[in-house]
C-alpha cells in the first residue's frame, strides 16, 4: 500500500513558479515510479514527468521539458516537482501517482488526491 498526498498548489502568475511535494507513506516508495499527471477542465489526463525508483531516469513531455524538473528525498519519502516559466495553459489538477512494479509511469497502482495549479494574470 502507498498513500500519496500532495501539497504546494496555488494561483501564480505567468512566468512565475511553483514548487509541488508529494509526500508518501508506505513501504513501497522507494521501488516505485512516481510520476506527475495533470487534467485540465475538458481534456485528458496527460503525464507530467516520471521518476525512477533509483532516480536516475526522469521523463518530461515537450509542452513542459526545460520549465520542469522532479526530483525525489528518499529520506524524506517526497517526490518534488519544480515549475518554472509557468504559462496558463500550466493551469490543471496536478496529481501524484506511482507505480511499484516498473520504472516508468505507464501504469500506475496509486493516485493522489490531486491538487489545483492555476496560472493566471
Known amino acids: 500500500q502507498l498513500q500519496l498526498v500532495e501539497s504546494g498548489g496555488g494561483l501564480v502568475q505567468p512566468g512565475g513558479s511553483l514548487r509541488l511535494s508529494c509526500a508518501a507513506s508506505g513501504s513501497s516508495f522507494d521501488y516505485s515510479a512516481i510520476g506527475w499527471f495533470r487534467q485540465a477542465p475538458g481534456k485528458e489526463r496527460e503525464e507530467v514527468s516520471c521518476i525512477s525508483s533509483n532516480a536516475e531516469t526522469a521523463s518530461f513531455p515537450d509542452s513542459v521539458k526545460g520549465r520542469f524538473t522532479i526530483s525525489r528525498d528518499r529520506a524524506k519519502n517526497t517526490v518534488y516537482l519544480q515549475m518554472n516559466s509557468l504559462k496558463p495553459e500550466d493551469t490543471a489538477v496536478y496529481y501524484c501517482?506511482?507505480?511499484?512494479?516498473?520504472?516508468?509511469?505507464?501504469?500506475?497502482?496509486?493516485w493522489g488526491q490531486g491538487i489545483q495549479v492555476t496560472v493566471s494574470s
Open positions: 501517482a506511482a507505480n511499484p512494479y516498473g520504472s516508468t509511469c505507464r501504469a500506475i497502482t496509486y
